[in-house]
């Protein structure tokens, strides 16, 4: 449980830097320990200043992956196998998913619902996969997802942006 939640800190870290960077940054608010935003699937708020000078909130998901090297991204379809919870991919009500490669430092913007709409249409196209997630005491569930591949989702989601942090 101690390195997936450093991969979640250090990914979260590193894209609040991002956003406080930004000029039209007003404020950034972590929002991961908040019940009412769990159960949307949003970890960070994020208020920037548009040029007409009106105050805009974006909510970002925040998905932090060390397995650049695959060419994939893994995109969460079932939170917890044995109770059917669905994945976080196919409920969160961010307006992006920030995707961070932490050890490259490569933040990936994934603009939703639209490509979410866009892998729904073609899941049976990408393998599905599995993996164990520890929560404690030698305990853990498992986390169904599918793989896919980055250049195919660059390809076919438009509005998807790449930056290095």
Same mark, same amino acid.
């Given at each position: 449980?101690r390195d997936?939640?450093?991969?979640?800190?250090?990914?979260?870290?590193?894209?609040?830097?991002?956003?406080?960077?930004?000029?039209?940054?007003?404020?950034?608010?972590?929002?991961?320990?908040?019940?009412?935003?769990?159960?949307?699937?949003?970890?960070?708020?994020?208020?920037?200043? /548009?040029?007409?000078?009106?105050?805009?909130?974006?909510?970002?998901? &925040?998905?932090g992956d060390? !397995? @650049?090297? %695959?060419?994939?991204?893994?995109?969460?379809?079932?939170?917890?196998?044995?109770?059917?919870?669905?994945?976080?991919?196919?409920?969160?009500?961010?307006?992006?998913?920030?995707?961070?490669?932490?050890?490259?430092?490569?933040?990936?913007?994934?603009p939703m619902?639209?490509?979410?709409?866009?892998?729904?249409?073609? /899941?049976?196209?990408?393998?599905?996969?599995?993996?164990?997630?520890? &929560?404690?005491?030698?305990? !853990? @569930?498992? %986390?169904?997802?599918?793989?896919?591949?980055?250049?195919?989702?660059?390809?076919?989601?438009?509005?998807?942006?790449?930056?290095?942090?």
């Amino acid at each position: 449980m101690r390195d997936a939640s450093e991969i979640a800190n250090r990914a979260a870290s590193a894209i609040e830097r991002k956003l406080w960077s930004q000029p039209s940054t007003v404020d950034v608010v972590n929002v991961e320990d908040d019940a009412a935003y769990q159960s949307k699937d949003i970890d960070i708020l994020w208020r920037r200043k /548009l040029e007409d000078g009106s105050i805009k909130t974006i909510k970002i998901e &925040v998905k932090g992956d060390r !397995h @650049y090297y %695959t060419g994939n991204y893994f995109l969460e379809t079932i939170s917890n196998e044995s109770k059917g919870t669905p994945g976080c991919f196919m409920y969160t009500e961010a307006d992006f998913v920030y995707y961070y490669f932490v050890d490259e430092g490569e933040l990936h913007i994934l603009p939703m619902p639209a490509t979410r709409d866009w892998f729904k249409k073609h /899941l049976s196209q990408f393998k599905e996969r599995k993996t164990s997630t520890p &929560v404690g005491n030698g305990k !853990h @569930y498992v %986390t169904v997802g599918r793989l896919v591949p980055r250049h195919v989702v660059l390809a076919n989601v438009p509005g998807v942006k790449i930056l290095k942090l």
